[in-house]
Each structure stands twice: as C-alpha cells, then as structure tokens.
C-alpha cells in the first residue's frame, strides 16, 4: 500500500511538472506577440484644452462627445464651471496613476486574447473621466478601449462616499487589469435566448473562465470581484452553495428572481437564511466559473470552441463535484 501511494505522489507531481512546463512553453509564447497600440490619456487632454480646441478633441474621438449634448456642457467643464467634473480632474491627477504600467498591463491581456482568438484586432487604449460610472469602468468599442480612470481611485477615497460599498470596493487600481480582461471576454460569450438559471451560471463561467487565461496572473479574487475575505467564503462554502441550488431544483428554474439572488452584484446573495448576510453578491457565477474550469480540465477543447457551447452540454460533461473543505 506504501509503495503504491508513493506511485501516485509521483504521478501527481509528474503531472503538476509536466503542466507547469506547459504553462511556461504558452506564457513565453504569448510574451513574444507583437501588439502595438497606444495609450491615450484624454482626460489629460481635456483638462488643459480650451474652448477653442473642443473642436479638434471631437474629430479626433468623435464617440465621446455624443451628438445630443450640447457644446455648452463641454465648456463648462473646460472652464472649470461644472464643480464635480473639477473635482474629478483634481482626484484623478492626485491618484499619480502610473500608465506606462497600466498601459503594459493592458497589453498584456491583449496579447493573452490573441493568443487564444487570433481574430481579435487589438485597439488602442483611452482613458476617460466618466463622472464614476460604474457600469462604463472598463468598456471595449471597434476603434478603442475604454477606461474610466476615475472608478479606480481607491475603495475609500470620499468621492465614493455616497455608493453602495460593494461597488466602490473594487474601484482599486489593482482591479483594472481583471477588468479589463472581462471586459473584453465579453466580446466573444454571446448571452443565450434560455431563461434558465442553469445558463446564466454557465454564461457568467465562461466569461470568468476567459478573464483568467486573459490575466492568468491575477488571483481569482479579482477575477470574480471579490475580496480576500469574500473569496475564501465562498470557497470554504462551495459544497454548501451547489447542494443548496440542487436541493432547492433551481439549476432549470425559470424564475427570474434568481438572477436578482444570486447572480447579479449585490450587497450578499439571498439563501434566506442567517447566513445570507456572510456571503458575497453573485455567488452564482463562482460556481459557474468552477463547473466551466472543470469542463476545460476533463475535454479537449479550445477556448474559441468552448465560447459556442450550450450550457447543458458544459455541466453534463463538467465532471464537476465540489468537496468538503
């Protein structure tokens, strides 16, 4: 029994050797794809033109300056009349935000995307001030890639005072590289027509599942936004989670309350139970983020193919089984 033991420690760690060599062999491989585009800070750009030059900024991105405002809006932030954008400038120039590294970190998950979708057309890079929108922090246009400086100014920084904290939790400078990477995954995992709880789980694991080969280095934290202390929550919860959502039946409910419980950003999910309040928001896309991972463990198969698949095809071929922590 001893010696058949020290067999299997050997396979184990032969294989753990053989995919770290693997994964080494693709880093380097991506390391050396040319992505050349450039980094454009236009809230910089904005901030020291005039009147005058408003103009020559909307030839040159014409898509932030839609055509239903009116110039006057535009000169009251250049003239320094509109209070909040002001302060918005002034919070952002204090940040000192390093954008050669925020640049290199952007490259980075564009190189890792045309690794695995080499149809992808790297854009350009631009940073906006975007009056801390949260649903435009990171947002990936034809022509550009956009990325609101201003919601990454630090989780207690007091413009955030007014938001709900597990929004302004994430609006670190550490998250922009994962934000970046799911933004653009995005732009590869259409939503399907099925109302059921079981794709939504399924969609929201592949996006997370192209978001880690996108930025492998970044720690699945951040990946799913969640904090430190979140994470390691639900991790420790897993088995707890997924018997829940079978004992209840919901993995084929149609029930759109569902996606409000547990797949949306929220304070916590909704279990209904004491314990509602220890959770993270979107506990849902963990675990589909899990049952995805271990799809792609168990079959060979490519990312630009996995994108494609129905969900009850991924669970059914996942091998997925969670265990007691």
């Given at each position: 029994?001893k ?14 050797l ?17 992505i050349?585009?450039g ?38 932030k ?10 918005l400038?002034?919070e ?54 956009l ?10 920084n ?19 590289k ?20 079981l ?7 592949k ?20 904090s430190?202390e ?21 993995l ?19 279990f ?31 990312p ?6 129905p ?6 071929n996942s ?7």
């Amino acid at each position: 029994m001893k010696y058949l033991f020290k067999i299997l420690v050997v396979l184990a760690f032969a294989k753990a050797l053989s995919s770290c060599n693997s994964e080494s062999k693709i880093e380097k491989e991506i390391s050396q794809i040319p992505i050349n585009v450039g980094l454009r800070t236009f809230h910089n750009e904005f901030k020291n033109a005039d009147t005058t030059d408003l103009s020559q900024l909307k030839a040159k991105y014409p898509y932030l300056f839609p055509s239903h405002l009116p110039d006057s809006i535009w000169y009251e932030k250049m003239q320094g009349r509109d209070t909040i954008y002001s302060i918005l400038e002034e919070e952002v120039e204090k940040a000192s935000f390093d954008y050669k590294e925020l640049k290199d970190e952007v490259v980075d998950v564009m190189k890792h995307v045309k690794y695995y979708f080499p149809e992808y057309q790297a854009t350009p890079i631009t940073t906006i001030i975007s009056e801390v929108d949260y649903r435009m922090q990171v947002v990936p246009f034809q022509e550009d890639l956009l990325i609101s400086i201003d919601t990454y100014l630090g989780k207690d920084n007091d413009l955030y005072a007014g938001m709900n904290s597990y929004q302004s939790q994430h609006f670190n400078k550490e998250n922009i590289k994962a934000d970046v990477a799911h933004a653009i995954a995005k732009l590869f995992v259409e939503p399907g027509n099925d109302r059921r709880f079981l794709e939504s789980i399924i969609y929201h694991g592949k996006l997370h599942y192209l978001q880690s080969l996108f930025a492998p280095d970044q720690p699945d934290y951040l990946i799913l936004k969640y904090s430190k202390e979140e994470y390691e929550f639900t991790k420790e919860n897993e088995l707890e989670v997924w018997r829940y959502f079978i004992d209840q039946n919901l993995l084929y409910s149609t029930n759109p309350e569902l996606q409000s419980r547990f797949i949306q950003p929220a304070p916590f999910s909704k279990f209904y139970l004491d314990i509602d309040s220890s959770t993270p928001g979107g506990i849902a896309r963990y675990i589909g983020y899990k049952i995805v991972a271990s799809y792609m463990e168990n079959n060979e198969i490519d990312p630009s193919t996995l994108v494609s698949l129905p969900a009850e095809t991924i669970f059914k071929n996942s091998q997925y089984k969670p265990v007691q922590q």
